[in-house]
């Protein structure tokens, strides 16, 4: 299973951005999708997931993000979305998409990462 990321890059404060991620590798559903994020000299912490089986699928966002950043799933097969709006530059980090069949039972994150992808937020 590998994923990737696109859409990262430099914007201004308060602007927007849209993280999109796929999966390739697998024939099966990743029905648990999601975010982290690591910024330079800190740990990586979760930005935000989405998980279980349409249409009951459920959706979790740290609280640094809330009511700025939505995740979602895209219409075609194991992809999923980061938009971000109203971006600070506390927000610049490596974002890293994250995944795995069903979320793991003690809760993110799955086991497999992409490559990542870099937001730099200009003030």
């Known amino acids: 299973v590998q994923l990737w990321e696109s859409g990262g890059g430099l914007v201004q404060s308060g602007g927007s951005l849209r993280l999109s991620c796929a999966v390739s590798?697998?024939?099966?559903?990743?029905?648990?999708l999601g975010w982290y994020r690591q910024a330079p000299g800190k740990q990586r912490e979760f930005v935000a997931g989405t998980a279980g089986r349409a249409p009951a699928n459920y959706t979790d966002y740290a609280d640094f993000v809330k009511g700025r950043f939505t995740v979602s799933r895209g219409d075609a097969k194991n992809t999923v979305y980061l938009q971000m709006n109203s971006l600070k530059p506390e927000d610049t980090a490596v974002y890293y998409c994250?995944?795995?069949?069903?979320?793991?039972?003690?809760?993110?994150?799955?086991?497999?990462w992409g490559q990542g992808t870099q937001v730099t937020v200009s003030s």
């Open positions: 590798g697998t024939i099966f559903s990743i029905n648990a």
């Open positions: 994250n995944g795995d069949y069903d979320l793991p039972e003690e809760g993110w994150p799955g086991r497999h």
